[in-house]
């Protein structure tokens, strides 16, 4: 009522559409807060469904409403403090450090999950994830199994291509180098990216039984980044996402095209590839 006050809008209930989607509208512009504009939003259609329990079509349910609410939710996903995507001579400079030809199964474990969340474009969820009878080796690629992803609601499964370069930075001789030192058979069901066991008698590492969490996959990775006198707090597990997708867009040879670079990333809509992508000028 203030708000039609202040508009010299007229307050009637039910309201027309057009004079609740500015309302929410201005309330975005001045809170900032898709939450907020969401709970109005719900408070405003309840309110709508008791005045009028004879209407069966409540208009502010669909149409120019609902429009504002998801403009403002998709608004509120471009965060000022997104992480910034890791570079190709990021990822040179990371492999050249931990993937030696002497390097050890710790080292070897931080050199594949930046070779494969780089060129896979991989959740940490599904990077996590995969295990050993995921993987499928060609002579020119991998093929690797993702049972589920974020935007594969039906559990469909998908799968990702990564192409065999046979330099320095190859995912798919990391891959074979990692599994080989692990001892890990190909047709194993034991997860791909573990943590890892010290044994001391030996001076060496084996992998352990459990999975990676989250926050010590990041926490190696940032590790790496900080030793080589990267600024830590500019990077995330995203980085390796948006890294390799931004990588793919600027390529020297020409950009992939955006069917390609939503397939490969298991992206639905063009907004939502675009939010890992950082286009430079």
């Known amino acids: 009522m203030r708000w039609c006050n202040d508009v010299k809008a007229q307050f009637v209930l039910p309201q027309e559409p057009v004079v609740v989607a500015a309302y929410l509208s201005q309330l975005h512009r001045k809170t900032g807060s898709p939450s907020t504009v969401s709970m109005a ?3 405003l259609v309840w309110l709508h469904d008791v005045v009028d ?3 069966s079509n409540n208009h502010l349910k669909t149409g120019v409403c609902r429009n504002v609410v998801e403009a403002a939710k998709r608004n509120g996903t471009q965060r000022k403090n997104r992480k910034l995507p890791l570079s190709i001579d990021m990822v040179k400079r990371i492999v050249a450090k931990h993937g030696k030809v002497d390097a050890n199964l710790k ?3 931080i050199s594949v999950i930046v070779l494969l969340g780089f060129a896979g474009f991989f959740r940490f969820n599904e990077l996590a994830n995969i295990k050993a009878s995921h993987i499928t080796f060609a002579d020119d690629h991998m093929s690797i199994v993702i049972p589920s992803s974020k935007t594969d609601v039906y559990r469909e499964g998908n799968k990702a291509i990564i192409a065999r370069t046979d330099n320095a930075t190859c995912p798919v001789h990391m891959v074979l180098r990692y599994m080989s030192a692990a001892r890990m058979d190909h047709n194993a069901d034991g997860l791909l990216i573990r943590q ?6 030996y001076n060496t590492y084996v992998l352990g039984n459990k ?5 010590r996959c990041r926490e190696i990775f940032l590790e790496a980044l900080k030793a080589l006198g990267y600024d830590s707090k500019l990077f995330g597990l995203h980085s390796l996402r948006s890294g390799g997708a931004t990588a793919a867009e600027n390529s020297p040879s020409g950009p992939v095209s955006d069917r390609l670079l939503k397939l490969h990333g298991r992206w639905k809509s063009d907004y939502a590839k675009d939010l890992y992508i950082h286009c430079y000028h």
Do not use: E, H, M, P
């Open 41 to 43: 939003y719900a408070a």
């Open 53 to 55: 329990v004879t209407c």
């Open 107 to 109: 080292d070897l474990r």
């Open 196 to 201: 890892l066991v010290f044994q001391k008698n």
């Open 211 to 215: 999975g990676i969490s989250y926050s």
